[in-house]
Each structure stands twice: as C-alpha cells, then as structure tokens.
C-alpha cells in the first residue's frame, strides 16, 4: 500500500495482507498553505472500510488555504473604495456516510465527524477530550441511540444524543480494533486479531451520566478464518473474513454457537456488508449486490438494469441505496427492484435515504441532496454546506473605523485620504464559529510629483433639498482629490432624483476638486412614479381592453455630465455619463460598443449595461460610472468601484480582457484584466482615469503608473515594443539617463490615447508622447516613431517686436543676447512716460506689456535728453509675461546708468 502525499516528498508504503482493511498514516500528512482533504483512488475520495485485493497506490487531495484579502491591497492618498474579501468557503470533502433513522453521520477525508437531522441543520462531532495532536476518526457508524467511532489510535469512541463529547469505550485492556458497525443497541467491532467483540448498550450502566455500552462476548471464526467486517440485523450477526467468506449466527446464539459459512458460489468474495432490518445486502468483488434474508444462508442476487454494476451499498433500516459504478443512485427494498434515485446530473459514490429526502457524495467527496415526489421521481440535487460562512463585524485603518457594507459574499468600505505609506486595517468578525481579528496590510501610493507640496485640502457639501438622506461632507485633497459620489442616492416623496448638479449644469464625478464645492440634489415632481393598469379588473373570457401607463421616469430631468465622442468616422458613435451615474451611448453599434448587449445601432442614446455582478461578485450593488471614453470602434470605461472596464471591438485586444480576434467583440462591459492575475476574470485593473484610442486603450493607475493594451503597430502602448497585447501593460517612464532631472518618483498624472499614437502628463509637469510620428504629432522635433514615451519639446521663443515711449516708436531696436534688445529713447518733454514691449511668443503676438515705465529729465540736469540705448532685458524660453516679470533683475541692474526709473 503506497501513499503518495502529491507535495513533492517521496510516498510512504505499508504491507497489508490480502483481503484485510489497510490503516492510514496515523498522522494526516502536513502541507503549508494547504488543508489536507483525505487519501484518493482514481480520485475518489477512500474510507478504507474494503478490504484491499492488490497492490494501490492512494494519493493525498489538497485545497489551497485562502485567507482575507483586500482588493484593491493599494491606492491614492486621497481614498479609495475597497473590498474586504473572506476567504474560500472550506468544504469538508466526505469519504463515507450511514443513516439510522432520521440523522445521518458523516465522515470526512480528514477524519472528522458531522452529523446531520431531518431539518438540515449539520452540526461537527468535537474530538475526544485531551486527544492528542494530530487524532482524527477513521469510521463512524450510526446507531438508534448511540453513535459509535473509530479513532486514529485505533480505539472506540461513543456517545448519544445528549453527549457533547465522544469518550473512549474501555475494553478493559489496550486492544485496537479496525472496524466497527452499531445496531440498534449492538455494537461490534474487530479487532486486529481478526477477532469480533459484541458490545450490548441495554446493559450499559444506565445510572452514570454517559452510560457506555459493556462488553458481552468476544467471538473467534472457526478454522483459523480471520474476521475483517461485521453487521449485526435485528435477529443475526454477519462477518466476513479476509478471504471474503460471510459467516452468520442468530443473536440469540452470540457466544453460544459458533458462526456458520453461508453458501457463496466458488471465487465468490464478498467486500461490502450492510445489515437491514431483516436480512444483509451484501457486495462481491465482481460489484454484484446480493441480499442474504433473514433465516437463510444463500444470498439472492441483486441487480441494476442494463448490466449496470455496484460500487458501494448503504442501508437503513428496510431500504438500501445502491450506487452505480457509473455514478448512479438506485433505491431499493427487499422483494422489490432497484428505481433509479438521482436525475444523472453527475456521478456520485455513495448514497443514503432517510423518509423521501436522499443525500449523496459525488465523486469529488461534496455533499448533495433531494427529495423524491409520489411517482418517485427525483428532484434537483442542491448542494449542502456544513461550514457557516464567515463574517466581518467592524473595520478600521489606523484606529479610524470605517463604514462597512456587504456585497454579495464580500464588504466594501471607503477609505479616507491618508499620507503615503504603510497602513493597517484591523477587521473583527467569525470564523468558523469562532471570533477572531486580522490585521491586513494596505499601502496608500506614493503621491504624485504634484501633489508633493499639497495645497489645501477642499470640502465638497451636499444639499438634497429636501431630500434624505444627507450626505456627510467630504474632504479632497489638492490637486488631483476627486470627490466620490454619495451613496445611497437620495429620496424625495413625490420626486424623482436627477443627480447632483451645481445650478444647471450636472456634476462631473471624474474632475479634480479645485474649491470647495456645494452639489445639490435636483429633482423632478412625479405625480406618477409607479406603473399602473387600467382597469385592474375584468371578464374572465378576456377580450377587455386594459391600459398600462409607465411611471414618469422617461421624463425625468437627467443631464449628461460627460460626454466623449468616437474616433473613427466609419463606426461612429458617442458616450455619456448621466446625472443618474449610468453610462448612456448612440451611434453606430457594429461590434457592440453601444454596451446595451446588441449589435443594434441607435440614434437617440440607450443605457450602457451595468457590469454582471454575477461574473463580478464584488460589483457594488449602488455601481455606477464615473468616467467613459469612445474610441475607434470601442469604449471604455471607470467604474465607481474602481476598475476599468470595456466593450465593443476586441481585433487588437483593445478590451483588455486576455483575449482578441478579427471578429470577436464584447457587446456588455467586460472588466478589463488585472496584470497580476491575468487569468481571472473577476479581477481587474483598477484605474482613476481611461482614455481610448483608435484601436488601443490607456490607463491610468492608482499607483501613478500608466498602462496600455491592444493594437501597438507603432508602438503606441509605449512598452519598448511594436506587440499587440490583450491586457494591460506597464507604459515606460521616461528613461532618467537620457533624462538626469527626471524626479525619482515621478508618475503619470493624464493619459490621452490617439488614433495611432498616445499622450500623457507626468507629474513633474511635461507632456509625454509615444507611438506613431509620421506628422511630427509627437511634438519631439522629430518625425519618427517612438516605442516609448519621449518629451514634448515646449521652448517656445519670446521676441521682442517694438518697443514704444508713450506710444512714440522707438528706433534702432536691435537683438542681443537673452532675448534682450536695446533701443533709442525717442524725444519727449520731462515726465514720466509707459515703456509698452510688443512681442510674439512662439510665433505668436501677445498682448503688448505696458509695465515698464520711463522718466525723462529736465535738459539742465541731462544735455542729451534724446537718442541715448535704453535696455530692455526680457528672457526667452518662458511663456506670458512672467517672462518679463522675471527679467526685472536685469533692468534694475541697468536702470542707474541710463537714467531711466521702473516704478
């Protein structure tokens, strides 16, 4: 007998004699970050309760250990909105079951023991008590009163309905035992000198307080033969001996009378035994079931249509389950034939009944249940859990408590603004029946190089006119906070809400808070806000004509808030972002990019679908969009939960879902793919802004880096490469060698995606370009393309044009260094007098600067009052006229040796 813990050690290995029970290892093996299931067969979940006929190798079944995650586990200092996610529901995977009566008990891979009422209700047996580490059950059998168990140290344990705890059953001496089945009040087990010993409850010592069965006899076979499996009916005893004979006395004769051979035909091995209320079901090793009756010794065959063979029986009092080598279920009554039990949905490898309702493994070791109706016919197998799932009582970051709200099976809270670093969130709640606390790590990002000398930090009010609930104020931080918009909406009797709008305009939730702000609730009186039939009654033969009116929602007050067109005249179409936080779309809908789950175009705008929250679990309940893009034949998106999302054309990957094709499209939004976990669907990029282009997409993440997917011809996905790619990957920050005044930290703050080419702000200030150059769009003074994101040259050039003394032209304007020109002061009466500076910047002419100012003096004081160089310092390379502002140093430097005064 091998075991093979699949983790990478060698297997272990045992001798068994042939036609005997194999033991387990007695410790289940150890493997960090997994939970042991149990030992498989042909990956079939083993309860080591057959005897073994040849050599078998088991192999140990894992599930990865999951625990508490947050998702985003990052983002910007101004908040986020975060989900705290349990962890995976750890379904005990069974080995084996009985029934005895109406309760049902359980074993696991594992070795632990649930047990199950009519109701339902599942309830996990403790182990004994001061069990030593590493005890576990290797059997469990089910009594009318009392319940039996096999423990890891080979020992019996029982209790009865009103014991909490199993305890050992003394024997009186260290005697070990490999199997144990309980009737009614008769226990028996065998032990590992193939000897059976009868335990009888009614003799129990009925006056302590667990009363435990006492021992009645200890029963050797004849000739040497050596027990392996025993059951014990109402009136008889069965054992079977490692070579596969059954032996049978009445229990009338237990101790008595030796046990007698019942007739099997030649080569005939029987493996399984389950008693019934009169008479055994019996399995031989060719899966042949075959029932033994009360006051006989041969046993009749009993077989499944079609030639079908048995794997497995179970019983209960007057009936049987008999399981299918091909995964069916089949009940089963003495003088009967076997019904099919189970709708072949899937396989099963054992089966149980109690009343009308049957349980079953399948062959992964879950637990399932239906019911039969009259006809016998099988209803829909519903899955039965036994672990209750955990939950989130409070959460906090940094000692702050933050509002939680559930969401399908996870919670999602907002985190405030915080400074960059390390932060903790403590969670309370329970698991697994117990309460317990977790500290989970959350790292708010860096902020961008901007956001380094913080400017004030605004407050963004809420006035619902009216309306509740109100909103509490929210704190953004400067410059790139963004208010999040209030949930739940509010609600006015006799209004329906509109969105938030400041005067008339719709409040764009995308846009950095510059001031502080006050949104107000707009609202639109609705005398009808229900649907309505008129008249609600009529003649039972039909024919009457009924009106239904609609509620006044189509004429509510909503207002686009955002709108971004499509860049591709062939599919063109349009987005909007509504008042209401839908996503609203018109145009062509060739592959889909309407998001209303057709292919229909439409000339008046229909609402975007929300994504599917059953793909995404974690999708809010009060989702909505922040922010859309068009492009080319695609769109995307910003949900309020964070991710981007996408839908439309997929030829170069632009969706960002790990897929692409000529023809493949996403008519519904589709969450575009977390670059960590590119498989799973349910995860995402998260993302503060998204812009599409022609063929491909960007992003902006939370953690300031820029990110891109789908068609990359010229390089436009700014990854040092020309590969399309179907997710996001990281857009290269320009290189700090070709760069030395780079920041170390810098990020990207906006991103623009063009047809072929792709835009972005970084927070030193600089506008970035990469992809396609053929019309010098990158701006780098160049016409090649770019696989990564270089500069904008923006040195635009002041020249000084004129220059006039109280509107009277000056002459001999002539250029030097810096930008600077010098000038003959015309002739004029003393006084002080306007310098005006006519320039061009770029190119471009500016309004002339009128700041300088000019004294001429009398003639007695300065002889020569006209034609002396006046100079005029203005620096170039700077935009407006701080320029001129920021040359004053030069002219006050000059102002004593020309005489001339700047006031």
Same mark, same amino acid.
């Given at each position: ?6 983790d990478?050690?060698k ?6 004699q ?8 007695q ?21 080591f ?6 050599d078998?190798t ?9 625990d ?13 909105r975060l ?5 995976d ?5 069974f ?39 590493g005890?576990?059950y290797?059997?469990a059998?089910?009594?009318?009163h ?5 423990g ?6 029982t209790w ?10 003394d024997?009186g001496?260290?005697t070990?035992?490999?199997s144990?089945?309980i ?5 028996l087990?065998v ?9 009888q ?11 435990k069965?006492?021992?009645?006899v200890t ?13 014990a ?15 049978i ?18 080569g ?14 019996l399995?031989?090793s ?9 006051s006989?010794?041969?046993?009749t ?18 009936q ?6 091909n ?11 076997p ?6 949905t899937?396989?099963?490898?054992q089966?149980t ?17 239906w ?14 859990t ?10 906090s970051?940094?000692?702050q ?12 809270t ?12 403590l ?33 963004v009010?809420?006035d619902t006119d ?6 509490d104020p ?6 790139l906070?963004?208010v ?21 305009v ?13 949104l ?5 009186e ?9 008249p ?6 039909g024919?009457g ?8 929602k ?5 207002r ?9 005249s ?10 209401d ?11 889909g990019?309407?998001g209303?789950?057709?292919?229909t ?10 994504? @599917?929250? *059953? =793909?995404y679990? &974690? #999708? $809010? !309940? +009060? /989702? %909505?969009?922040v ?7 695609h769109?995307?998106?910003l949900?309020?939960?964070?991710y981007?999302?996408?839908w439309?054309?997929?030829s ?16 519904v ?15 995402g990029l998260?993302?503060?802004?998204v812009?599409?282009g022609?063929?491909?997409?960007l ?11 789908g068609?990359?011809r ?10 399309n ?9 320009? @290189?700090? *060698? =070709?760069?030395? &005044? #780079? $920041? !170390? +930290? /810098? %990020? ?5 995606a ?11 200030g ?13 701006g780098n003074?160049s016409?090649?393309r ?12 002041l ?26 002061a ?5 006084g002080t007098v ?12 500016q ?18 009052a006209?034609g ?8 170039t ?5 701080g ?11 000059a102002?004593?040796?020309l005489?001339a005064?700047?006031e």
């Amino acid at each position: 007998m091998r075991f093979d813990p699949v983790d990478g050690s060698k297997p272990t290995q045992s001798a068994v004699q042939t036609g005997t029970l194999a033991a387990p290892p007695q410790h289940n093996p150890v493997r960090e970050g997994f939970l042991f299931d149990g030992w498989t067969h042909d990956g079939q979940p083993l309860d080591f309760q057959a005897p073994i006929l040849q050599d078998t190798t088991l192999k140990a079944r894992w599930t990865k250990v999951t625990d508490w995650t947050l998702s985003p586990n990052h983002g910007p200092a101004p908040g986020a909105r975060l989900t705290i996610n349990p962890p995976d529901m750890q379904e005990p995977k069974f080995a084996s079951f009985q029934t005895s009566g109406n309760q049902i008990i359980g074993l696991t891979g594992d070795g632990r023991i649930y047990t199950w009422t009519q109701d339902g209700t599942s309830k996990q047996v403790p182990f004994p008590a001061q069990a030593p580490d590493g005890f576990h059950y290797l059997q469990a059998a089910a009594g009318s009163h009392r319940q039996a168990a096999l423990g890891s140290d080979q020992h019996i344990y029982t209790w009865n309905n009103g014991q909490s705890t199993p305890t050992i059953l003394d024997t009186g001496r260290n005697t070990q035992f490999t199997s144990i089945s309980i009737n009614d009040d008769r226990l028996l087990a065998v032990d590992r000198q193939g000897q059976v010993h009868t335990f009888q409850t009614s003799q129990a010592d009925s006056q302590g307080p667990n009363p435990k069965p006492a021992e009645q006899v200890t029963t050797r076979l004849p000739a040497h033969a050596q027990a392996v499996l025993a059951a014990a009916s109402a009136s008889r005893a069965l054992i079977v001996d490692a070579d596969g004979q059954a032996w049978i006395w009445d229990a009338s004769k237990i101790g008595k009378a030796e046990p007698e051979r019942i007739k099997q035909d030649p080569g005939m091995r029987i493996i399984q035994a389950q008693a019934l209320s009169r008479g055994f079901l019996l399995l031989d090793s060719k899966g042949q079931a075959r029932y033994l009756a009360d006051s006989t010794t041969s046993p009749t065959a009993v077989s499944l249509p079609d030639g079908v063979q048995t794997s497995r029986i179970t019983t209960g009092n007057d009936q049987a389950m008999i399981t299918g080598k091909n995964g069916s279920i089949w009940a089963w009554e003495p003088a009967g034939k076997p019904t099919q039990a189970d709708d072949r949905t899937q396989q099963y490898m054992q089966a149980t009944k109690a009343g009308n309702r049957i349980t079953a493994i399948s062959r992964q070791g879950n637990i399932y249940r239906w019911s039969l109706d009259k006809q016998g016919q099988p209803g829909k197998p519903a899955g039965i859990t036994t672990t209750q799932a955990p939950s989130l009582e409070s959460a906090s970051m940094d000692g702050q408590p933050l509002k939680l709200s559930k969401n399908n099976d996870a919670w999602q809270t907002d985190i405030p603004a915080r400074k960059p670093g390390q932060a903790a969130i403590l969670i309370t709640g329970r698991q697994d029946g117990q309460p317990f606390t977790r500290s989970l790590n959350y790292t708010v990002d860096q902020t961008m190089t901007r956001d380094d000398q913080q400017g004030p930090a605004y407050t963004v009010r809420f006035d619902t006119d009216g309306g509740s609930p109100e909103p509490d104020p929210q704190q953004v931080t400067h410059p790139l906070g963004r208010v999040k918009r209030p949930t739940p909406d509010p609600a006015r009797e006799g209004f329906l809400f509109d969105g938030w709008f400041i005067g008339e305009v719709a409040y764009d939730f995308s846009k950095p808070v510059t001031k502080d702000l006050t949104l107000t609730a707009k609202w639109t009186e609705s005398q009808n806000n229900k649907w309505s039939i008129s008249p609600d009654k009529g003649s039972q033969l039909g024919g009457g004509s009924a009106t239904i009116i609609p509620p006044d929602k189509a004429s509510q007050g909503i207002r686009f808030s955002q709108v971004s067109g499509g860049r591709n005249s062939n599919y063109g179409f349009s987005l909007a972002v509504g008042s209401d936080g839908n996503a609203y779309a018109w145009g062509n809908n060739r592959y889909g990019q309407l998001g209303d789950g057709t292919r229909t175009s439409r000339t008046t705008p229909v609402m975007v679908r929300k994504p @599917d929250p *059953k =793909t995404y679990p &974690d #999708l $809010p !309940a +009060d /989702f %909505t969009y922040v922010q859309v893009s068009a492009g080319g034949a695609h769109s995307l998106a910003l949900g309020s939960d964070g991710y981007a999302y996408a839908w439309g054309s997929n030829s170069s990957g632009q969706l960002g879902n790990n897929n692409s094709g000529e023809d493949t499209y996403s008519s519904v939004p589709v969450r575009v793919r977390d670059p960590a976990s590119p498989a799973d669907a349910s995860k995402g990029l998260q993302a503060t802004q998204v812009s599409a282009g022609g063929w491909h997409s960007l992003a902006l993440g939370g953690d300031g880096n820029a990110y891109a997917w789908g068609n990359n011809r010229y390089g436009q996905l700014g990854d040092g490469t020309t590969t399309n790619r179907t997710m996001p990957v990281m857009v290269r920050k320009p @290189d700090p *060698k =070709t760069y030395p &005044d #780079l $920041p !170390a +930290d /810098f %990020t990207y703050v906006q991103v623009s995606a063009g047809g072929w080419h792709s835009l972005a702000l970084g927070g030193d200030g600089n506008a970035y370009a990469w992809g396609w150059n053929h019309y010098g769009q990158l701006g780098n003074n160049s016409t090649s393309r770019s696989t990564v994101p270089v500069p904008v040259a923006f040195n635009l050039q002041l020249v000084i044009t004129g220059v006039r003394f109280d509107q009277t032209p000056a002459s001999g304007l002539m250029h030097g260094e810096g930008g600077s020109v010098s000038v003959a002061a015309p002739a004029h009466a003393p006084g002080t007098v306007t310098v005006s500076v006519d320039y061009t910047l770029g190119g471009a002419p500016q309004k002339p600067d009128t700041t300088l100012k000019y004294t001429y003096l009398p003639l007695g004081v300065l002889p020569r009052a006209g034609g002396e160089g006046i100079l005029l310092a203005l620096a170039t390379g700077m935009t407006g006229m701080g320029g001129v502002m920021a040359s004053r140093r030069h002219r006050r430097e000059a102002r004593q040796l020309l005489h001339a005064s700047h006031e």
